[in-house]
């Protein structure tokens, strides 16, 4: 009796789940369609709406049109039945935005740090939804869920850091330690490349693939690899971590990780600023009146920077270094498209044709011919979106919103 009484609850919270994730993802929708694409009876489909509606998840907006009766009353899922809060982390600093069911940002606030201690990056997060709590007047308690976008290897199931050089972390528990200092609020982390490549598939460049990869090149570099529509994260969720794989056989630069020659030590924004502060004279910069430590990676492409000789070098260098480690990602995961993501990606077109000619280079002719490398073109940040996107796949598996 009670094995029966069980599995007759586990059914009713089944149904309750399909049925919000089919408003979710078709609404505006009527009872009737809800009952034809969840395969459940009517008045099923009509009890567990009445629920809904009474708990303000759903709501009724108006009327459809007829199909030979009465004009069915239209729902779909009331975007700010709860919220979300998503954030990146960088060495450097923190971007935090609260956000409604419906994809919406509310408000958001970026901050610079010039720590990375776990703790004082909590806090600053921590400052940060409050005050977006108190700017767009939302109670804590509505807040369901948590997305955290990180540099480094993580542990998602676990909510751990296992190791980021760029924020110096090793075996950190920051979804733990974030958390207790957000009251409580469950928090979700990934890795920042797969947070990309996920909001790129969701929202930008990639929504028609379903095999993608996202190449972040910024302070560090990492792929974000998507296989049949889901995160690819490999066995221990370390998947894509080509920042660290020696791309110079014997020697090379220094690597945060400790090793030479790697990827990321070469191609990654800190190494290539680097290089053109070594290699390019004083002199030439003050010919040009131009304070070397101020230089960005943005200018490097732009006049007056980009007609300097050693900085045309070093960006084809490293543009050509990047479109082989593209065709080794293409020769391992025979993906559709390769998304150049992350500050680099932003210099300008002449880098991305060096990239791609480097590409179909060192590539077999039969992946290039249908593969693409695209740039980013999302207005919002793809690692934010991603985090959004991971933070409600937890929101729609939980039954009860009012009891996170």
């Not at 221990?236 to 020696?246: D, L």
């Given at each position: 009796m009670n094995r029966l009484s069980s599995n007759t609850s586990d059914i009713r919270r089944i149904n309750r789940l399909l049925v919000r994730d089919i408003i979710r993802r078709n609404g505006p929708i009527c009872r009737s369609d809800i009952a034809k694409t969840a395969g459940l009876t009517p008045p099923t489909v009509t009890n567990i709406v009445s629920d809904m509606l009474k708990a303000g998840i759903v709501e009724e907006i108006g009327y459809g049109k007829s199909t030979g009766g009465r004009r069915p009353v239209m729902l779909e899922l009331n975007s700010r039945a709860g919220f979300i809060l998503a954030v990146t982390i960088q060495r450097g600093g923190t971007k935090v935005v609260l956000m409604d069911l419906a994809n919406n940002i509310l408000a958001r606030q970026d901050t610079q740090l010039s720590v990375s201690s776990p703790y004082e990056i909590t806090s600053t997060i921590t400052e940060s939804f409050r005050a977006l709590l108190t700017e767009t007047g939302i109670a804590e308690e509505k807040v369901l869920w948590c997305g955290v976008a990180s540099p480094g290897l993580v542990n998602s199931d676990l909510g751990v850091v296992e190791i980021s050089s760029n924020l110096s972390w090793r075996k950190v528990p920051f979804a733990h330690i974030l958390s207790e200092s957000l009251s409580g609020i469950p928090v979700h982390i990934e890795n920042i490349s797969n947070a990309a490549a996920l909001g790129e598939k969701v929202y930008g460049i990639g929504k028609a693939c379903s095999n993608l990869i996202y190449l972040n090149v910024s302070m560090g570099i990492g792929a974000g690899?998507?296989?049949?529509?889901?995160?690819?994260?490999?066995?221990?969720?370390?998947?894509?971590?080509?920042?660290?794989?020696?791309?110079?056989?014997?020697?090379?630069?220094?690597?945060?990780?400790?090793?030479?020659?790697?990827?990321?030590?070469?191609?990654?924004?800190?190494?290539?600023?680097?290089?053109?502060?070594?290699?390019?004279?004083?002199?030439?910069?003050?010919?040009?009146?131009?304070?070397?430590?101020?230089?960005?990676?943005?200018?490097?492409?732009?006049?007056?920077?980009?007609?300097?000789?050693?900085?045309?070098?070093i960006m084809d260098e490293t543009g050509c270094m990047i479109g082989a480690a593209i065709a080794h990602l293409i020769s391992l995961f025979d993906t559709e498209m390769v998304i150049l993501g992350g500050e680099l990606s932003g210099v300008g077109d002449s880098f991305l044709e060096t990239v791609i000619r480097s590409a179909k280079a060192h590539s077999l002719i039969e992946f290039m011919e249908t593969v693409r490398v695209v740039r980013s073109t999302m207005r919002e940040h793809p690692e934010l979106m991603g985090a959004y996107v991971l933070a409600m796949e937890q929101v729609f598996a939980m039954e009860d919103w009012n009891h996170r």
């Open positions: 690899v998507i296989i049949d529509d889901n995160v690819f994260r490999g066995a221990h969720g370390y998947a894509g971590e080509i920042g660290h794989v020696p791309m110079i056989p014997h020697g090379g630069p220094k690597c945060s990780c400790g090793r030479e020659g790697c990827l990321e030590a070469f191609c990654g924004v800190p190494a290539v600023l680097r290089r053109v502060k070594a290699e390019v004279s004083d002199r030439e910069f003050r010919k040009l009146d131009v304070d070397k430590n101020g230089i960005q990676i943005r200018h490097l492409t732009k006049p007056p920077l980009s007609d300097i000789p050693e900085i045309q070098r």
